[in-house]
């Protein structure tokens, strides 16, 4: 039987279980807890675990920043002093020239 984790607990129950972390915790209540923000959070960890570099691409203003902070601050369970993560911001453009 397939199970829906509809409700923001049981979602991020799921994320801490997975991450090996014992009990839910939730360092933004503010952030927008999607079943697709989930499914990248459990994608961006599962790579991490296996030592696969990251690059999150995509449109500006769009949450990319704000999924690598939540994540971050998950799994270090609120401790805002604790770094263990990278964020590196690079801005690509592309011109044409005739």
């Known amino acids: 039987m397939m199970r829906h984790f509809n409700f923001r607990p049981q ?3 799921l994320l801490c279980s ?3 972390m014992g009990f839910g915790f939730d ?3 503010s952030y927008e807890l999607t079943g697709d923000n989930v499914k990248k959070i459990l994608a961006i960890h599962m790579r991490f675990r296996c030592n696969i570099p990251v690059v999150i691409m ?3 203003g769009c949450g ?3 999924l ?3 994540l971050c601050r998950l799994q270090t369970e609120g401790e805002l ?4 993560m990278l964020l590196m911001k690079v801005q690509l453009q592309i011109f044409a020239f005739h």
């Open 58 to 60: 995509g449109e500006t």
């Open 81 to 84: 002093e604790l770094k263990n």
């Open 18 to 20: 997975v991450m090996g």
């Open 68 to 70: 690598i902070r939540y």
């Open 27 to 29: 360092p933004d209540e």
């Open 11 to 13: 979602k991020i129950q």
């Open 64 to 66: 990319k920043t704000r």
